[in-house]
């Protein structure tokens, strides 16, 4: 076979793979969040017809004299620019900018660890916001994967949020009925016996009524004793610490169980668009609360990124490493805890800055405890430099249906060419054949 089939056949293949491509990016024209795609061809392998040469005194150099064997594909490129943005419910988020909700299943936040920022990349990445609250009150996207952030763990004594540094599936707090005194708002404890406010408290109605107060999450370790956090074996380590959401007692003595509170009821949910903050308000009590903040994952060529279907991609070989980010630079005015469990503001690193608090002192681990400062630059909490959200829009599709049209006319064109070759070249070496004749 001549070297022209065998170029016209590589033109072929090439430019198949390319109307897949297109097909691709034509099929997804409405698909929420999509990225087109771009084939790039680059000439295929040359063989040697004769060398060339630089010339001497005598005669002059000459051109190397190549044969080249069609085309291929060289490259799928991933367009990740924006493109517009279609409105949809209250709860759906858009991102104006760089970066990537970081989503994935529960169990999940077991294994990020601030000393493998690697650690992170469990997590997949998408621009599909559109999240709601689930039966349990955990924050999931269409497909029911969770929204990782930053959680609220209470309310300091100045009345702000004090923050988690935990990267972690956030959701929202419990709430449990408790008695309370009527003049002073304080919770009374009830007997032990009864599970009643004791006779001291005064009359129901008049000196104390059952109100909803918010439980929020508690940071639990691996103290087999209930230490510092306490909560028993949770499998936590010094550089895996996890919330647990707040539970209650039922029963005494050795009948005793736990067993999670129900979620707190919540109505009129925003999410602040520079920061990415999610607050509501309480539906009995009205109480203003903040659940927690969005993370952003950030990588080093966001084009890099690989599909694995659904909307979701993967920081795998190409897209660099992954950082955790928070919008608007809140990382650094948010009210947090230090090692030592006292309240500071700024959080600086992603599973970090509570560490030593929590280390495993009853599991034979008679080291120092991991500090910041032993922790590598990749876990270190960023801000997210100018991104911004929309709420209450989608990102539409960056698909130019124009210019895919166009781009399967040419292709087209192309694919006829490279046969019209093979229909010549199969005509000659018919000529050639019929010679004997």
Not at 16 to 39: C, F
Not at 295 to 316: D, E, L, M, Q, R
């Amino acid at each position: 076979m001549t070297g022209s089939m065998y170029a016209s056949i590589g033109g072929l293949k090439a430019h198949m793979q390319k109307l897949s491509v297109i097909g691709n990016n034509v099929a997804n024209v409405n698909t929420q969040g999509y990225k087109t795609q771009r084939t790039v061809f680059r000439d295929s392998v040359y063989t040697m017809y004769r060398g060339g040469s630089d010339g001497t005194q005598v005669v002059g150099g000459k051109n190397p004299s190549q044969l080249g064997y069609g085309s291929m594909v060289a490259s799928i490129d991933l367009d990740m620019s924006s493109a517009t943005y279609n409105p949809g419910k209250p709860t759906d988020v858009a991102i104006s900018g760089d970066g990537f909700f970081l989503v994935g299943d529960k169990d999940v936040a077991n294994v990020i660890d601030p000393t493998n920022p690697t650690s992170f990349k469990s997590l997949d990445l998408t621009r599909v916001g559109d999240f709601h609250e689930d039966p349990q009150g955990y924050f999931v996207d269409g497909t029911g994967k969770c929204v990782y952030g930053f959680l609220c763990v209470g309310v300091s004594e100045s009345g702000e949020p004090i923050i988690s540094d935990q990267l972690v599936p956030l959701r929202l707090p419990r709430m449990e009925s408790v008695p309370v005194d009527k003049k002073t708002g304080a919770e009374i404890t009830p007997d032990a016996t009864t599970g009643k406010p004791p006779a001291t408290a005064g009359e129901e109605g008049k000196d104390w009524e059952y109100r909803n107060v918010v439980r929020w999450p508690v940071y639990k370790n691996d103290d087999t004793t209930g230490g510092a956090g306490g909560g028993g074996n949770n499998n936590n380590t010094t550089t895996n610490i996890k919330l647990q959401d707040a539970v209650k007692t039922v029963g005494t003595g050795d009948t005793a169980t736990t067993e999670i509170l129900p979620k707190a009821a919540v109505d009129a949910l925003t999410i602040d668009e520079q920061t990415g903050c999610i607050s509501a308000k309480t539906k009995d009590t009205k109480e203003s609360i903040v659940i927690g903040y969005i993370a952003i994952g950030n990588v080093s060529n966001p084009n890099g990124v690989s599909h694995i279907g659904n909307s979701y991609y993967t920081a795998g070989a190409g897209a660099g490493d992954l950082n955790v980010t928070m919008l608007g630079g809140a990382a650094k005015e948010v009210t947090t805890l230090d090692a030592q469990g006292n309240e500071v503001v700024g959080i600086h690193y992603v599973n970090g800055s509570i560490q030593s608090l929590y280390r495993e002192e009853n599991q034979g681990n008679q080291g120092d405890p991991v500090s910041e400062n032993d922790l590598p630059e990749g876990s270190r909490l960023n801000s997210a430099g100018a991104t911004t959200l929309y709420t209450g829009f989608l990102e539409a599709p960056n698909v130019d249906l124009a210019t895919e049209i166009s781009e399967l006319i040419t292709t087209q064109r192309g694919y006829q060419a490279n046969t019209r070759i093979i229909t010549v070249t199969d005509s000659m070496l018919e000529e050639l054949v019929n010679m004997k004749r």
